[in-house]
């Protein structure tokens, strides 16, 4: 950062740290003693496809990886989502999984191509909630759907509160984007 973005209080972007997904697991055990809310075993990977060989390859490469328990889609905005299908006592393992796609995309040079990765919670009343990691912000934060594009505000300030502490969330609540229509959630 410069002297002028300094000047005109400009800062620079967080430095995505893919290996933030770890601290889900034990966040998930949390989020479950405090709210009920607990882990599906659904998960999902957003990015926007490249054009070209390379990048053809890397996603056959990933698709390959996680064999069955992977399913690709497209949604409205342009992005390709990856929804991989674990057991839900194995959120480990699906973060691991999440992980593994977020790092093969980011080592081959497509990491600007990441939007976010999800991991889905719900209780036996029907709630549902995400929790997202912004990969371009390094934070994470929940969403939780409600039917008709609404949103359930008091569940995700709720869980803010019990996941503070257990993951980087993401301060400003202007960028808790909403993933309507994301797989798994």
Known sequence: MGWLDALLGRSKPAKPDLDALFALPSAAVTLQAATGLAPTGLGSVAFRAAEGGAF???ERDVKALLGERVVQSDDGYGYTWL???R?????????????AVNSSLEDAGFGSSLLCSLVSFADPEGRR????????????????????????????????????????????LGRWFPVWGAPGV
């Open 87 to 99: 057991p839900p006592e194995a959120v480990a393992d699906l973060v691991t999984e999440l992980h």
């Open 56 to 58: 053809a390859t890397l």
């Open 83 to 85: 929804l991989v299908n």
């Open 129 to 172: 909630l995400a929790v997202v990691y912004l990969y371009k912000r390094g934070t994470f934060y929940p969403f939780a759907p409600l039917p008709g594009q609404k949103r359930d505000n008091a569940l995700e300030l709720q869980v803010r509160g019990v996941l503070d502490g257990e993951l980087p969330l993401e301060s400003d």
